[in-house]
Structure formats: C-alpha cells, structure tokens
C-alpha cells in the first residue's frame, strides 16, 4: 500500500518528465481527465511561481508553456495525454519582449512583417493569424496591448515592445478617425485613435 496521500495534487514537474520538445504539443489531440488544481501561477510580468516560488530554469517553463492550453471555461490548464491540471493566470500567459521588422523595398509600409519573440522564446509574426489588438486597463486607462499566440493563448506586449511599435505607426483614417496603426504581412493593426 503507497504512503502518498489520496487526494495529493498531481506533482507539475512530473507532468513534463517526458516531453522533450520546446514548441507546443498536440494538446488539442489529447482529451486526459481533469486532476484538479495546482499551486502553479503565471504573474502578469511572464514569471511562473510554483507553491509561490519561481521556477527558475527556463527550460522548465518552456516545457511548461509547451502543453498549457486555454479552454471554452476561460480557465488555463496544464494537459498531457494522462493528466489536466488547472492553473491561475494573472493576464496573459505570455510576455513580448522582442520586436524585429523585415521590410521589403516597396513604397509603402504595408510589405513589411513584424515579428516578436515571447518570454518563452516563441516566435510569432504579426499577420491575420496571430492579431494585435490595444484596449484600456481599467481604471488607469493605460494601454493593454496584446497579440494571439495560438489556440486562445495570448502573449501581452512588453512597454519597450509597445514604444517600438508607437514609434513604427503611421496614421490612417478609418470610418472617418485618424488611427495609428502598423502593417505587418499586409494587414493593418490599429494601436490606437487620435484625439
């Protein structure tokens, strides 16, 4: 008979034992059941803490990262073939922290792709699939900007990101406001109307 207590959350380290890929898993090829909650938490800065403490090999969090989903309740899951695991989300589960632009020679901005790199070393590019969108934190009335990383998940971009992007925008006018927006892979992105 096992001296581990029946009701023991499921052990988060153990979950991602055997994976050895950084980019995401076929999660939503797995339907596992639902093991309950884990003292596992993603700050709004991008940090993981585990029973409060950070998980500090990135690698970790990578593999972690990899099998996170978010599902129809809104709620954040940890899965594996065997096991699903919820966790807590402050806002969003990744953090843009590098911006890169790949500009074509043409005359207009619209050629040019804007690519960004998440705290989990993810690469994403800014196009029809993977959206920016700008909306106000309440009360402070701050910008809130965040792009679609995959399958629901969103990355919120970093302040230094968000002031190199400012600094890419042109204006247009859009049903009769001037908006400041970039292009990437031909696609406007508005960042925000002017006033």
Same mark, same amino acid.
Do not use: W
């Given at each position: 008979m096992s001296d581990v207590p029946r009701n023991k959350p499921p052990d988060p380290f153990a979950l991602v034992s055997?994976?050895?890929?950084?980019s995401p898993a076929p999660v939503h090829l797995w339907n596992?059941?639902?093991?309950? +909650?884990? +003292?596992?938490?993603?700050?709004r800065d991008g940090s993981w803490l585990h029973e409060g403490k950070p998980i500090r090999r990135?690698?970790?969090v990578q593999l972690f990262a990899?099998?996170?989903v978010r599902e129809e309740d809104n709620q954040f899951y940890l899965v594996t073939p065997a096991e699903k695991v919820r966790i807590q989300v402050e806002d969003c589960p990744f953090v843009i922290v590098l911006m890169d632009v790949l500009e074509n020679d043409t005359v207009t901005n619209a050629a040019q792709q804007?690519?960004?790199r998440t705290?989990?070393?993810?690469?994403?590019?800014?196009?029809?699939?993977? =959206?920016?969108?700008v909306t106000e934190q309440v009360p402070t009335g701050e910008p809130h900007p965040?792009?679609?990383?995959?399958? =629901?998940?969103?990355?919120?971009?970093?302040?230094?990101?968000?002031?190199q992007?400012?600094?890419?925008?042109?204006?247009?006018?859009?049903? =009769?406001?001037?908006?400041?927006g970039v292009w990437s892979c031909g696609v406007f992105f508005p960042l925000g109307s002017i006033k």
């Open positions: 055997k994976l050895k890929s950084r596992p059941p639902f093991c309950g +909650d884990i +003292d596992m938490r993603i700050l990135q690698t970790m990899s099998i996170l804007i690519r960004f705290n989990t070393d993810e690469s994403i590019t800014l196009d029809s699939e993977h =959206g920016l969108m965040i792009v679609h990383v995959r399958s =629901g998940l969103n990355a919120l971009i970093s302040r230094s990101v968000f002031y992007l400012v600094a890419l925008a042109e204006q247009r006018q859009i049903d =009769g406001d001037s908006v400041l």
